[in-house]
């Protein structure tokens, strides 16, 4: 059998057909097959790969600290280096009230942590979160992902949960004294990139504080640069009590973690103790790895390269089949209007003879196709990827 055989007899499947593609290498902003063909990456891991594929600054980081200890004790138990130098670093590049960081295996986790958290330091059981939200596929982050197609299947699910209208003033009044904790993706991005009104998420944040109850911003896509700000909820002058990270925040190696200010967090250490615990959650090389890609953020100003190559994909992919573009930074979603069409695209660029286009589609907007490449990719590699896509687009 080769690979690919053993890949759908032994691999466990997300779906009926696997898209399969064989990766042999990738390295910044493009992926190499096992036949050696090329393609300009527009997906980054889903956010993950901000700062590219394998950067140098990175994979020396991950040496060092492979040649220093992998895994010791499970998380919270011994100081770690990386763990303590990467929460310091992020605590100084946040606001003072977001100082307490909880390392986690991935963003799901990190959105389970953040319940129960909000439930613990609350004493309070409702959660509120939006339709078209996606938060992951634990069975607490699926309770409060929002599309009952996604839901349905694994009823029940945690009692208590309320999904609202996102961009909606109609349901403030659910905000009260029972309410544990408001979850919301600062930017929704499955639902195709859709961005809050900041009067509405200033008036979220602003109930919240009157109630009581904890506002908690999902940012395990928009973190780290995406939006061309460091933390998208700059946009708009609000500060969560809860943040969630991951994606990026590994810098390709797993992670996640959930932020809050201190005196919250440690509603987690008593009544019961060991309130949220984690054995790989926090790995050294993970935070190592991490760490030194929010460096390379910072150091290369990579967030302050988003807006014009923003502008540069949208003046570029003008056609008239493209019906809009959603967008918010260096992530996109172009609506082709259905999903055949979509999808016909998709398959198109990638197969590609020359040069793949590698893309995907949304979950709750499946008629659009995505872009969210490494903010390292270049001018040169975007005019390459669009002319690809403009190409296709004219022989569809």
Known sequence: MNQRE??????????????????????????FDTAGKEYI??????????????????????????????????????????????????ADYLPAQLNSVYFTNSGAEAVE???????????RTRIIAAKNSYHGSTQGALSILGDEYWRNAYRPLLPDILHIDY?????????????A?????????????????????????????ETGALLVLDEIQAGFGRTGKLWGFEH?????????????????????????????????????????????GGHPVSCAAGLAALKVVLDEQLAETVALKEELFKSLLTHPLIKNINSF?????VDMGTFELNKKLIDT????????????????????????????????????ACSIIINALNNL
């Open 41 to 90: 990456d527009l997906i980054g891991g889903i956010s993950v790969a901000n700062t590219g594929h394998r950067h140098p600054a990175i994979i020396e980081a991950v040496k060092k600290q492979l040649d220093q200890y992998l895994h010791v004790m499970v998380y919270g138990e011994v100081v770690q280096s990386p763990q303590v130098q990467y929460a310091k670093l992020l």
């Open 329 to 333: 930074g260096l992530w996109m979603a």
């Open 181 to 209: 904790c408001v979850i919301l993706e600062t930017v929704q991005a499955e639902g195709g990139i859709i961005a809050p009104q900041a009067d509405w998420l200033q008036t979220v944040r602003k109930k919240c504080s």
């Open 167 to 179: 961009n909606s003033y109609e349901w403030l009044h659910e905000i009260n004294e029972s309410t």
């Open 349 to 384: 660029i990638l197969e590609n003879e020359t040069m793949g286009v590698f893309t995907d589609w949304f979950l709750f907007a499946a008629s659009s196709f995505r872009i969210c490449p490494p903010l390292t990719i270049s001018e040169a590699e975007i005019r390459e």
């Open 236 to 280: 708009f002058n609000v500060v969560p009590d809860i943040l969630l990270l991951g994606k990026a925040l590994g810098g390709g190696m797993p992670l996640g973690a959930f932020v809050s200010d201190r005196n919250i967090m440690m509603a987690l250490t008593e009544n019961p103790v060991l309130g949220h615990i984690t054995t790989f």
């Open 6 to 31: 053993l890949f759908l007899r032994h691999v466990g499947q997300t779906s009926a057909a696997p898209l399969s593609l064989e990766i042999a290498k990738a390295t910044g902003c493009r992926l």
């Open 113 to 123: 942590g953040a319940m129960k958290l909000a439930k613990r330091y609350t004493n």
